[in-house]
């Protein structure tokens, strides 16, 4: 059990605070195959492209899609930025919703995630803004709305601050990195991580992924029965031959909260801003989110009474009508973009 509790204390590390369920022994399925690192066999709502990066000496590709409008495009493009847990396949509905708003939606996977190329190199978010960047550029897109969840809120807040011109407006959604992790918690080594991943049984390693995904979803009669497919998810390359590379890079990735904090970045968000996210998510985060929206100059703040982690999965139509309402502020018609910008 000590193995399993230190890996714990690395998600909490993340901002992903973890808890056991009470009185229940969770048991790894019988029935899951290895899966691939790369999520070959996990389906994704629309094709899957890539962009090939050369990242620390070692070429990599950079999944995404890319989806156009359903219906009349209005000239604006989104950008999905993901959370550490999962990849773009969990944007289905968001990206439909955009897309039948007009919007050209693009969702990659960062590199380290999801259909991605899984490189051991020191993960951070100036590296993954800067990758997003040349995707858009690559794509022809001159300006984008950047929505991010939870890792991806991150993610969008560093984009935001640091690429202004190429930022429409930014949703920060359900964030973690709440805070600067660096003076409240001590320092752990990737190494010790990956150590605890290796040794942990499967069990220990389903009940750890149960309790992360459970945490997402805190009200009473919250839980679904088809929630267990993300459990699975991140169980199932744990049974790959790759494991050991992939449970390096996740100890790795795991240390970029504690590592590269956006707390600073806030601030220096000049776009329309809107922080949002399940006013459950954790028992401190809609005092948090309230922090960040009065942090960068401008920004409204949007909390959904009684959600959690995920408000696009857990109860989409209260999400919907959050962002819908944001993105249809104050627009004015403009022709799509063709060309990128330089900085």
């Known amino acids: 059990m000590a193995k399993v509790l230190v890996v714990a204390c690395l998600l909490c590390l993340a901002g992903i605070p973890v808890l056991a369920q009470p009185n229940e022994i969770v048991h790894a399925p019988t029935d899951v195959k290895p899966g691939s690192i790369t999520y070959e066999e996990i389906a994704y709502p629309y094709p899957v492209h890539f962009l090939p990066l050369t990242l620390y000496g070692q070429d990599v590709r950079l999944a ?4 156009p409008p359903a219906g009349q495009a209005n000239g604006r493009t989104a950008v999905l930025f993901h959370g550490m847990n999962f990849g773009g396949f969990y944007f289905s509905g968001p990206i439909d919703l955009l897309r039948k708003e007009g919007f050209r939606v693009i969702v990659p996977d960062q590199i380290g995630f999801g259909r991605s190329s899984k490189p051991i190199i020191p993960y951070n978010f100036n590296d993954m803004a800067h990758n997003s960047r040349k995707l858009l550029e690559s794509l022809g897109v001159t300006k984008a709305v950047i929505i991010g969840h939870s890792m991806g809120g991150m993610l969008a807040a560093r984009f935001a601050a640091s690429y202004p011109d190429n930022t429409e407006r930014v949703v920060i959604y359900n964030p973690i990195g709440l805070t600067d992790a ?34 997402y979803f805190p009200t009473p009669g919250s839980w679904k029965p088809e929630y267990e497919q993300y459990i699975r998810i991140l169980y199932t ?18 240390q970029m909260p504690y590592l590269d904090p956006v707390v600073y970045d806030w601030a220096k968000i000049k776009v329309k801003a809107l922080v949002l996210g399940g006013d459950k998510d954790t028992p401190d985060f809609a005092e948090r989110a309230k922090h ?48 990128f910008t330089s900085r």
């Not at 990737?190 to 992924?209: C, F, I, N, T, V």
């Not at 857990?314 to 063709?338: C, G």
């Open 64 to 67: 995404y899609m890319d989806v």
């Open 182 to 215: 660096r003076y409240q918690q001590p320092w752990h080594m990737a190494d010790e991580g990956y150590k605890h991943y290796m040794e942990a049984s499967h069990d220990q390693l389903y009940q750890q992924y149960s309790a992360t995904i459970h945490r």
């Open 237 to 254: 390359p744990s049974l790959s031959s790759d494991w050991p590379r992939f449970a390096m890079v996740r100890a790795i990735i795991q």
């Open 292 to 339: 960040i929206a009065e942090t960068i100059p401008g920004a409204e703040l949007a909390l959904l009474p009684g959600l959690g982690h995920v408000p696009h999965i857990q109860a989409p139509e209260v999400f919907n009508a959050a962002l819908l309402k944001f993105l249809r502020e104050d627009v004015a018609p403009s022709p799509t973009h063709t060309a």
